[in-house]
């Protein structure tokens, strides 16, 4: 246990040195001005899935994330969306017969600083806020108060025509009462992520009437 800790830390010191020397780089006033430019764009309608799979007590964890917002330029996307984790084995109580349920809605928002030949590389951080709770027969048995913030960094192939898709990593950071809930819930998490081009859909239809 004590080594996966040590694990755990050196991957969360590691990840936001680099995330924090990514931002001084780039930290520029021709940065910021690319940013203003891009907000003041015409929007492009996204939807996309997140798929995160964290490890409890060694056991694979996801969370399903269904996500709408706007793609400003193709530098700057925000939103809003929903996740949800429902584990039929209990990986906080090791008990078969009990669930882990977690739901949850969110704002996110996401810095695209590499896109070239189908390949873009993104930085996106995302806050949110739900429920925690221990279900057994559909009757909770704790519930309580859940929060997270969590940066990550994803690479995505846009060479697809309807779809792009992406795989990414990131640490999710956690408040929940931790009376009811012993487990650290703070974990690495591994992403993966499938974006619908609606902009192009939506041609392809009118096209054909």
Known sequence: MKLLNKSVHLYVRTFFLLLFLFISFFSSAQLVDTI???LKQEPQLMVKIDVKNFFINNQLTQFKELKMGFNFNN??????GYSWLKSKRNPLLNQDSSELIIHSGMLFAEYIFYAQNNWS???PVEFGVGRIAHVKNNIPLRKGLYVYYEPALII???GFKYISL????GFRFTSKNNDLFTEKLSKPVYIFRIKFRLKQIYNDINSNF
Not at 75 to 80: D, E, N, S, W
């Open 36 to 38: 203003k430019y891009s």
């Open 75 to 80: 530098l700057i996307r925000v939103g809003t």
């Open 121 to 123: 590389a993104e930085i």
């Open 156 to 158: 995505e192939f846009s």
């Open 166 to 169: 992406g795989l990414g990593t």
